[in-house]
C-alpha cells in the first residue's frame, strides 16, 4: 500500500518524517515503495527546519498562516490552528498534487496530535477539503493522545482533545488512535524522548505497508495482505499493535524433516508475537467492540505453516468474535516472527467517551472563567476613563 502522508503541527510533523524514514528503508532493503510523497505542515518555522527525513523545500515543509502567527505556532488555540488550515488550505493542497507518483497512491494519512494548537485545528479541516477534491481516495487520521500529566496540568489540553476528535472522526474514513502515554510504560527509559516513541509508532505500519507491495518471488505471500484488504478493514475508530519474537535459528537445520514439536513451538512463537501485539495496542480498547480487523504474519517462509495461520485466526475469533477478519502472511529472512494486529472499526472507546464527557463539564467553566475576566477588565477600563490618552 503506497500512502501520502501528511504531518500538521510538530509531533504530526515529526511523525509524518518517520514515515518518510521507513520508506527510505523499504527503498534499501526491499526496492519497494510505500510513501509516495510526506509532507509536515506546520505554523512554526523553526519545527519545520528540525525535520530530517522529509525533503527540504517549501513544496514538502509547508508554512501556513505566517501572516497571523509570525512562523511562531498558535500556542495550543486549536480553533486559530483550524482558521489558519481553512485559510492556507490551497498552499497544502497545491503541494500534495505535485507528489511525484501521486497517480499510485492508495490513500492519505494525516497525522497530528490532538492536544496541541496547530495540528490539532488543522487536521479536521484539511481532511475535509481533501475529501471533497479526492473522492475517491480514503483519508486517515492518525491521532496521538496526550501524556497523562497533560491532561492534568492543562484544561486546554482535554478541551483541544475532545474537540479534535470529534471534528476527525466526522470527516476521516478511518481514525487511528495513539496513546502517547501507553509508550512510556513499555520502558520508563525512554520517557521524555520522543523521538523513540515516535519510531515505536510508526514500526507496526512497516510490514503491514510492504506486503502488498513486496515485488521478489521470494517475498510474496501465499495470501497477500493488500491495499484492497486494508482500505476495506479501516473505518473508524481503529487501533494497531505489533509483537515479535525471535526464531532460534538451530531449528534450520537441513539434516532432518521438522517434527510435530518443532510446528508446535513455531505455533508457540506466533501467539506469543500476537499476545504482545494485542496487550501492546497503541489505545487501550476492548478487541470484542470491533468489527473489523486484520493481522499479518511476517516470518521466514520455512516457519509459515497453517498451523500457525489457523492459530492466530482462531486467537483473533476468540478476542472478536463480531470482527470480520482478514489476515495475510508476508515471507520475511531471518530469525524473527512479527504479528501486526488492527481492530477497527470500534462500537465503543471509553477513552474517547472520557475526553467528551470531561470537556463537557469544562465548556461552563470556561465561559465562566472568560465572563469573569472580562468584567474585570470592564472595571480597570472604567477607573481610566478620566485619564487622559496619548493616543
Ligand atoms: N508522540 C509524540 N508526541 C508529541 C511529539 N511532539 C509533541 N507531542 C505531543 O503533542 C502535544 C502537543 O502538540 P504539538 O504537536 O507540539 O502542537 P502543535 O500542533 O505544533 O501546535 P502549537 O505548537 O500549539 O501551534 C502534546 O500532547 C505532546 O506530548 C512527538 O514528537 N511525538
Ligand atoms: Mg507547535
Not at 41 to 66: E, F, M, P, W
Not at 180 to 209: C, H, W
Not at 249 to 259: H, N, Q, S, T
Not at 356 to 379: G, H, M, N, V
Request: hydrophobic share 35%.
Amino acid at each position: 500500500m503506497k500512502l501520502v502522508v501528511v504531518g500538521f503541527g510538530q509531533c504530526g510533523g515529526r511523525i509524518a518524517d518517520e514515515f518518510a524514514r521507513l520508506n527510505k528503508k523499504a527503498r534499501s532493503q526491499r526496492g519497494i515503495e510505500i510513501v509516495t510523497g510526506a509532507y509536515a505542515v506546520n505554523t512554526d518555522a523553526a519545527d519545520l527546519s528540525g525535520l530530517t527525513n522529509i525533503k527540504k523545500g517549501y513544496q514538502n515543509r509547508i508554512l501556513i498562516g505566517s501572516r497571523k502567527t509570525g512562523g511562531h505556532g498558535v500556542g495550543k488555540i486549536n480553533e486559530l490552528g483550524a482558521e489558519i488550515a481553512r485559510e492556507d488550505a490551497d498552499k497544502v493542497i497545491d503541494a500534495i498534487r505535485t507528489t511525484k507518483r501521486f497517480f499510485e497512491t492508495d490513500a492519505f494519512l494525516f497525522v497530528a496530535s490532538a492536544a496541541g494548537g496547530t495540528g490539532s485545528g488543522a487536521i479536521s479541516v484539511m481532511t475535509q477539503q481533501i475529501k471533497e477534491r479526492y473522492v475517491d481516495k480514503p483519508v486517515y487520521n492518525c491521532i496521538i493522545l496526550p501524556f497523562e500529566h497533560e491532561e492534568t496540568t492543562e484544561d486546554r489540553t482535554i478541551y483541544n482533545t475532545a474537540t479534535c476528535l470529534k471534528s476527525s472522526y466526522s470527516v476521516a474514513d478511518a481514525v487511528f488512535l495513539i496513546d502517547n502515554q501507553r509508550y512510556v510504560r513499555k520502558d520508563s527509559s525512554i520517557k521524555g524522548n520522543l523521538a523513540k516513541i515516535n519510531s515505536m509508532i510508526t514500526e507496526p505500519f512497516y510490514n503491514m505497508l510492504c506486503a502488498g507491495e513486496e515485488k521478489k518471488p521470494k517475498y510474496i505471500a501465499s495470501k497477500v495482505l493488500d491495499a484492497g484488504d486494508i482500505i476495506q478493514t479501516l473505518i473508524g475508530w481503529t487501533v494497531i499493535g505489533y509483537g515479535k519474537s525471535e526464531i532460534p535459528l538451530i531449528r534450520f537445520r537441513r539434516d532432518r524433516g521438522r517434527d510435530f514439536r518443532e510446528k508446535s513451538s513455531e505455533t508457540m512463537k506466533g501467539i506469543q508475537a500476537m499476545d504482545e501485539a494485542i496487550s501492546e495496542l497503541s489505545l487501550k480498547c476492548n478487541p470484542i467492540d470491533s468489527k473489523r480487523s486484520l493481522y499479518l504474519i511476517s516470518a521466514p517462509s520455512k516457519e509459515m505453516n497453517m498451523d500457525l495461520v489457523k492459530a492466530l485466526g482462531d486467537y483473533m475469533r476468540d478476542i472478536a468474535p463480531e470482527s470480520l477478519i482478514r489476515n495475510g502472511d508476508y515471507p520475511r529472512e531471518r530469525g524473527m516472527l512479527d504479528v501486526t494486529v488492527i481492530l477497527s472499526e470500534l462500537s465503543d472507546v471509553a477513552k474517547v467517551r472520557s475526553y467528551y464527557a470531561k470537556s463537557t463539564t469544562l465548556i461552563p467553566e470556561f465561559k465562566k472563567r472568560q465572563e469573569d475576566t472580562d468584567i474585570k477588565l470592564k472595571a480597570i477600563e472604567d477607573a481610566s476613563k478620566d485619564i487622559p490618552s496619548l493616543l
